[in-house]
């Protein structure tokens, strides 16, 4: 298990590294000069290279590069452009909890809720109640979030014609601003897990082993349970990690459209505004989570498969 654990952690170092590289020189080859934006209509030529020589862009793009590194190592994500030199995290760290927790309680309900729905489909395989989760799951799974969007709306839009209580359609400040956010982002993935604990766990059903402790004269509910769904469950843990990169790219449009205070919509806002510090920033942020979550997810494979410890 240690190591397994170190060379997790060494990739994990070149896959760090190589996402700030890759972040880094996009921001700066991407159109647009934020000095220009940051300065609007009045650009003196001596203020633009003054203000270029303050935040470094005149030197050479490895000089800056090894700069950002060495200030990443530190805990310093720089200055903004757009906000005239306030610290890049300053900026960011009020939407880290706001996106952790956002995109935390929805990967939690798709497992909740994706998981068991797949064992109940592929235990009544190929009756009514599989055919009804499996076609719910795939219209969830093919809904794109800016569509759910507008249905979110017309739904909330017919509770309060009903003179039923509905939660707002966007802003942020209250618990009930969490529920069309985690709804939407939940949706998508619990659709994706549902019709992968289905696939793994039919296959796992017909193994002989199986048969086997059904010849026993065991009970179905042991079968499923105790026999078919731990070996069943290896295939769906391996795509947990994905699945947060799956959640960070819905949060950047479910942010952004119901104006969402998260990681996600502050680096839209630093897009057009180019504000490549910020822009980074949240990249990275972004990045570290999806490395860390793969990960765990990669130890608790190695705690429910014990053949991978011993290799």
């Not at 303050?54 to 906000?83: E, H, I, M, T």
């Not at 030199?85 to 935390?104: H, N, Q, Y």
């Not at 093919?142 to 709306?153: G, K």
């Amino acid at each position: 298990m240690t190591t397994f654990l170190v060379r997790r952690l060494i990739s994990l170092i070149f896959v760090l590294f190589s996402l700030t590289f890759v972040t880094f020189m996009v921001g700066h080859f991407a159109p647009g000069d934020p000095i220009l934006v940051m300065m609007g209509p009045h650009r003196d030529p001596d203020t633009y290279q003054r203000l270029r020589h303050a935040y470094g862009l005149d030197k050479p793009l490895l000089v800056q590069y090894a700069a950002y590194v060495g200030g990443l190592a530190q805990g310093n994500f720089g200055l903004s452009l757009r906000y005239q030199g306030r610290a890049v995290w300053d900026l960011i760290k009020g939407g880290v909890p706001v996106s952790m927790g956002v995109g935390g309680l929805a990967l939690i309900i798709s497992l909740l809720i994706g998981i068991p729905l797949g064992v109940v489909a592929a235990v009544k395989h190929n009756s009514a109640a599989d055919r009804t989760i499996i076609g719910l799951t795939l219209l969830l799974y093919s809904i794109p979030s800016f569509v759910l969007i507008p249905i979110a709306w017309l739904v909330v839009r017919a509770l309060y014609d009903a003179k039923l209580p509905a939660p707002p359609i966007a802003g942020w400040g209250t618990w009930q601003n969490w529920i069309l956010p985690v709804t939407i982002l939940a949706a998508g993935s619990t659709g994706y897990l549902t019709r992968l604990t289905r696939s793994t766990m039919i296959e796992t059903l017909r193994q002989e082993y199986v048969r086997t402790a059904r010849a026993k004269g065991l009970r179905n509910g042991m079968v499923t349970w105790k026999h078919a769904f731990r070996n069943a469950l290896l295939p769906v843990i391996t795509v947990v990690g994905p699945s947060v990169a799956f959640l960070i790219t819905g949060a950047f449009v479910v942010e952004n459209l119901l104006k969402v205070p998260g990681i996600g919509f502050l680096t839209v806002q630093a897009i057009g505004q180019r504000d490549y510090p910020v822009i980074q920033g949240t990249t990275v942020l972004l990045g570290v989570a999806v490395v860390l979550m793969n990960l765990v997810t990669d130890l608790a494979y190695t705690v429910l498969d014990p053949r991978i410890r011993l290799e």
